[in-house]
């Protein structure tokens, strides 16, 4: 199994590119961001309110992230899309949801 980095510079080498700030290059960093966990694509189902119809619905959300101020614990956030309606919406998840 190959890493993120030498996805990157396989990219480098078989495009013949020099390593610049242009948008292949911010892609790719923006992707391994996305790769190592910061945002996380989630299957678990969690029982939050539907912001968009008002009923309680037990759904997995779209994505996960962590919201917290400077030096202060945080909350996990959850990106959910209503079933009935489409709309996005988020929620907050309980303490101890994981992936």
Do not use: Q
Not at 69 to 86: A, H, N, Q, W, Y
Request: proline share 5%.
């Amino acid at each position: 199994m190959m890493c993120v980095s030498d996805l990157i510079l396989d990219y480098i080498a078989y495009n013949n590119a020099d390593l610049y700030w242009g948008f292949d290059v911010i892609f790719i960093l923006l992707m391994v961001y996305i790769f190592m966990g910061h945002i996380m694509v989630c299957k678990n189902k969690v029982k939050v309110k539907d912001t968009t119809t008002g009923k309680e619905i037990e759904i997995a959300p779209e994505k996960v992230w962590p919201l917290a101020p400077k030096g202060r614990k945080g909350v996990k956030i959850g990106l959910f899309k209503s079933p009935e309606t489409g709309k996005y919406f988020r929620a907050k998840l309980p303490e101890d949801y994981e992936c």
